[in-house]
Protein backbone atom coordinates (compact mmCIF):
# COMPACT_ATOMS: atom_id res chain seq x y z
CA UNK A 1 0.00 0.00 0.00
CA UNK A 2 1.12 3.61 -0.48
CA UNK A 3 -0.18 7.09 0.92
CA UNK A 4 -0.21 10.56 0.39
CA UNK A 5 0.79 12.95 3.62
CA UNK A 6 0.48 16.63 3.49
CA UNK A 7 1.07 19.12 5.50
CA UNK A 8 -0.66 21.67 3.40
CA UNK A 9 -3.80 23.85 5.42
CA UNK A 10 -6.16 23.39 2.20
CA UNK A 11 -7.35 19.91 0.73
CA UNK A 12 -5.51 18.48 -1.81
CA UNK A 13 -6.29 15.82 -4.29
CA UNK A 14 -4.37 12.52 -3.46
CA UNK A 15 -4.53 10.98 -7.01
CA UNK A 16 -3.18 13.87 -8.85
CA UNK A 17 -0.44 14.45 -6.29
CA UNK A 18 0.92 11.09 -7.54
CA UNK A 19 -0.01 11.68 -11.57
CA UNK A 20 2.21 14.88 -10.65
CA UNK A 21 5.31 12.99 -8.51
CA UNK A 22 5.45 10.50 -11.79
CA UNK A 23 5.13 12.94 -14.38
CA UNK A 24 7.75 15.61 -12.73
CA UNK A 25 10.22 13.29 -10.40
CA UNK A 26 11.49 15.41 -7.78
CA UNK A 27 15.56 15.77 -7.73
CA UNK A 28 15.89 16.68 -4.03
CA UNK A 29 14.24 14.57 -1.61
CA UNK A 30 13.82 13.36 2.09
CA UNK A 31 13.90 9.71 2.72
CA UNK A 32 13.17 7.71 6.26
CA UNK A 33 13.17 3.74 6.41
CA UNK A 34 10.97 1.98 9.09
CA UNK A 35 12.31 -1.56 10.32
CA UNK A 36 11.16 -4.33 12.29
CA UNK A 37 13.24 -3.48 14.99
CA UNK A 38 16.48 -1.36 15.60
CA UNK A 39 17.88 -5.50 15.43
CA UNK A 40 16.05 -6.36 12.60
CA UNK A 41 16.55 -4.30 10.03
CA UNK A 42 14.34 -5.65 7.41
CA UNK A 43 12.36 -3.07 6.01
CA UNK A 44 8.40 -2.75 6.62
CA UNK A 45 8.39 0.82 4.39
CA UNK A 46 9.44 4.28 3.24
CA UNK A 47 8.77 8.06 3.37
CA UNK A 48 10.12 10.28 1.05
CA UNK A 49 8.79 13.91 1.27
CA UNK A 50 9.74 15.86 -1.84
CA UNK A 51 8.69 19.30 -0.60
CA UNK A 52 8.11 20.94 2.64
CA UNK A 53 4.48 19.95 2.72
CA UNK A 54 4.32 16.92 0.40
CA UNK A 55 5.46 12.93 1.20
CA UNK A 56 4.58 9.94 0.29
CA UNK A 57 4.85 6.81 2.13
CA UNK A 58 4.89 3.56 0.03
CA UNK A 59 4.86 -0.03 2.39
CA UNK A 60 8.03 -2.79 1.52
CA UNK A 61 4.89 -4.67 -0.33
CA UNK A 62 3.74 -1.96 -2.25
CA UNK A 63 3.40 -2.79 -6.64
CA UNK A 64 4.76 1.06 -6.80
CA UNK A 65 7.52 0.96 -4.87
CA UNK A 66 9.99 1.16 -7.61
CA UNK A 67 9.31 4.55 -8.07
CA UNK A 68 10.47 5.35 -5.04
CA UNK A 69 13.45 3.31 -5.67
CA UNK A 70 14.46 4.86 -9.22
CA UNK A 71 15.09 8.05 -7.50
CA UNK A 72 17.03 6.47 -4.66
CA UNK A 73 19.01 5.04 -7.05
CA UNK A 74 19.78 7.90 -9.39
CA UNK A 75 22.77 9.29 -8.35
CA UNK A 76 21.65 12.82 -10.06
CA UNK A 77 19.10 13.02 -6.98
CA UNK A 78 19.58 14.87 -4.16
CA UNK A 79 18.58 12.43 -1.21
CA UNK A 80 18.74 13.88 2.04
CA UNK A 81 18.87 11.27 5.36
CA UNK A 82 18.51 11.88 9.14
CA UNK A 83 21.20 9.29 10.11
CA UNK A 84 22.37 7.78 6.64
CA UNK A 85 24.49 5.17 7.65
CA UNK A 86 21.04 3.13 9.04
CA UNK A 87 19.18 4.34 6.19
CA UNK A 88 21.63 3.16 3.47
CA UNK A 89 22.07 -0.10 5.48
CA UNK A 90 18.52 -0.88 5.49
CA UNK A 91 18.29 -0.16 1.66
CA UNK A 92 21.16 -2.12 0.49
CA UNK A 93 19.54 -4.53 -0.87
CA UNK A 94 17.79 -2.79 -3.18
CA UNK A 95 20.67 -1.13 -4.40
CA UNK A 96 19.97 2.24 -3.91
CA UNK A 97 22.78 5.18 -4.71
CA UNK A 98 24.98 6.39 -1.98
CA UNK A 99 26.16 9.35 -4.44
CA UNK A 100 24.97 13.32 -3.95
CA UNK A 101 23.54 12.07 -0.22
CA UNK A 102 23.25 14.43 2.66
CA UNK A 103 22.74 13.63 6.50
CA UNK A 104 20.76 16.14 8.10
CA UNK A 105 22.41 14.30 11.27
CA UNK A 106 25.65 15.44 10.73
CA UNK A 107 24.45 19.22 10.13
CA UNK A 108 22.78 19.39 13.46
CA UNK A 109 25.63 17.75 15.60
CA UNK A 110 28.26 19.57 13.92
CA UNK A 111 26.34 22.95 15.83
CA UNK A 112 25.62 21.00 18.82
CA UNK A 113 22.05 21.48 18.37
CA UNK A 114 19.92 18.36 19.06
CA UNK A 115 19.74 15.02 16.74
CA UNK A 116 17.04 13.37 17.67
CA UNK A 117 14.19 13.82 15.33
CA UNK A 118 11.16 13.88 18.17
CA UNK A 119 13.34 16.59 19.36
CA UNK A 120 14.05 18.60 16.40
CA UNK A 121 10.08 18.31 15.08
CA UNK A 122 8.89 20.82 17.42
CA UNK A 123 11.17 23.35 15.83
CA UNK A 124 9.49 22.90 12.63
CA UNK A 125 5.51 22.06 14.17
CA UNK A 126 6.09 18.93 12.67
CA UNK A 127 4.69 15.95 15.84
CA UNK A 128 7.83 13.43 15.33
CA UNK A 129 7.16 10.24 17.30
CA UNK A 130 10.14 8.33 18.59
CA UNK A 131 10.05 4.90 17.95
CA UNK A 132 9.51 3.19 21.42
CA UNK A 133 7.04 5.67 22.17
CA UNK A 134 5.16 5.42 18.67
CA UNK A 135 5.06 0.76 19.95
CA UNK A 136 4.38 1.68 23.55
CA UNK A 137 1.02 4.27 22.41
CA UNK A 138 0.21 0.87 20.13
CA UNK A 139 0.94 -1.45 22.60
CA UNK A 140 2.99 -3.43 19.46
CA UNK A 141 6.56 -4.95 20.08
CA UNK A 142 7.46 -4.30 16.74
CA UNK A 143 7.26 -1.61 13.78
CA UNK A 144 5.83 -4.49 11.32
CA UNK A 145 2.71 -4.77 13.92
CA UNK A 146 1.85 -1.26 13.56
CA UNK A 147 -1.23 -0.36 11.24
CA UNK A 148 -0.58 0.74 8.29
CA UNK A 149 -2.90 4.13 8.68
CA UNK A 150 -0.50 4.62 11.88
CA UNK A 151 3.20 3.99 10.68
CA UNK A 152 2.17 5.80 7.35
CA UNK A 153 2.24 9.13 8.79
CA UNK A 154 4.89 8.19 11.29
CA UNK A 155 7.03 7.47 8.20
CA UNK A 156 5.90 10.68 6.75
CA UNK A 157 6.41 12.87 8.90
CA UNK A 158 9.87 11.87 10.08
CA UNK A 159 10.74 12.44 6.38
CA UNK A 160 9.16 16.02 6.10
CA UNK A 161 10.85 16.93 9.38
CA UNK A 162 14.22 15.77 7.69
CA UNK A 163 13.51 17.93 4.50
CA UNK A 164 12.59 20.81 6.70
CA UNK A 165 15.91 20.55 8.48
CA UNK A 166 17.76 20.43 5.82
CA UNK A 167 16.06 23.56 3.72
CA UNK A 168 16.91 25.65 7.15
CA UNK A 169 20.30 24.32 8.41
CA UNK A 170 21.70 24.40 4.39
CA UNK A 171 21.80 28.30 5.53
CA UNK A 172 23.97 27.95 8.05
CA UNK A 173 28.10 28.99 7.52
CA UNK A 174 28.82 24.84 8.72
CA UNK A 175 27.67 23.82 5.95
CA UNK A 176 30.77 24.91 4.52
CA UNK A 177 32.74 22.32 6.69
CA UNK A 178 30.14 19.70 5.77
CA UNK A 179 30.55 19.87 2.33
CA UNK A 180 33.83 20.25 2.73
CA UNK A 181 34.65 17.05 4.84
CA UNK A 182 31.65 15.03 5.98
CA UNK A 183 29.37 15.23 2.76
CA UNK A 184 32.23 13.13 0.36
CA UNK A 185 32.27 10.77 3.23
CA UNK A 186 29.40 9.40 2.92
CA UNK A 187 29.45 7.19 0.40
CA UNK A 188 32.88 5.86 0.78
CA UNK A 189 31.61 4.81 4.47
CA UNK A 190 28.17 3.29 3.37
CA UNK A 191 31.41 1.30 0.59
CA UNK A 192 32.97 0.40 3.10
CA UNK A 193 30.19 -0.44 5.61
CA UNK A 194 28.69 -3.15 2.98
CA UNK A 195 32.52 -4.44 2.03
CA UNK A 196 33.95 -4.81 5.67
CA UNK A 197 37.55 -5.05 5.99
CA UNK A 198 40.06 -7.63 5.98
CA UNK A 199 42.51 -7.86 9.00
CA UNK A 200 45.69 -9.67 9.71
CA UNK A 201 44.36 -12.86 11.42
CA UNK A 202 47.38 -13.49 13.38
CA UNK A 203 47.79 -9.35 14.42
CA UNK A 204 44.00 -9.69 15.70
CA UNK A 205 44.83 -12.85 17.73
CA UNK A 206 47.60 -11.29 19.35
CA UNK A 207 46.21 -8.51 20.11
CA UNK A 208 43.57 -10.42 21.52
CA UNK A 209 45.94 -12.23 23.97
CA UNK A 210 47.17 -9.40 24.99
CA UNK A 211 44.51 -7.18 26.01
CA UNK A 212 42.60 -10.29 27.55
CA UNK A 213 45.72 -11.07 29.77
CA UNK A 214 45.72 -7.30 30.85
CA UNK A 215 42.23 -7.19 31.93
CA UNK A 216 42.63 -9.93 33.99
CA UNK A 217 45.64 -8.74 35.39
CA UNK A 218 43.18 -5.20 36.30
CA UNK A 219 40.66 -6.93 37.74
CA UNK A 220 42.36 -8.90 40.09
CA UNK A 221 43.80 -5.65 41.13
CA UNK A 222 40.88 -4.10 41.26
CA UNK A 223 39.04 -7.19 43.16
CA UNK A 224 41.87 -6.93 46.10
CA UNK A 225 42.15 -3.40 46.59
CA UNK A 226 37.84 -4.14 47.18
CA UNK A 227 35.71 -2.42 43.81
CA UNK A 228 34.64 -3.24 40.56
CA UNK A 229 36.82 -2.36 37.61
CA UNK A 230 33.16 -2.84 35.48
CA UNK A 231 31.43 0.01 37.65
CA UNK A 232 32.12 3.80 36.81
CA UNK A 233 31.00 4.73 39.97
CA UNK A 234 33.29 2.87 42.02
CA UNK A 235 36.75 3.58 39.75
CA UNK A 236 35.72 7.16 40.11
CA UNK A 237 35.89 6.75 43.75
CA UNK A 238 38.90 4.83 44.00
CA UNK A 239 41.02 7.23 42.18
Sequence with gaps: MKAYFGLNSTP???????VDFCAYPPRIIACDTETISSRDQTIV??????????????????PDLYVALALLRDPQVQ???HNAAFDLR??????????????????RRLQRKAVPLDEVGPEYNIPVEQAKAFMTRLHIPTMDKAPFMELAPK???DA?????????ESKQEVLSYYQRFERPLLP??????GKGIALDQTVRQQLEDFYSTEELYYRMVAL???FKISSPFEVGFML
Design 160 to 168: LCTFAVYAD
Design 155 to 157: CAK
Design 90 to 107: VLRPYKVSAQNTDDTAII
Design 188 to 193: WLDFMS
Design 224 to 226: NMG
Design 79 to 81: KIY
Design 45 to 62: GLAIAYTPNDAFYWSADD
Design 12 to 18: VDPHQKW
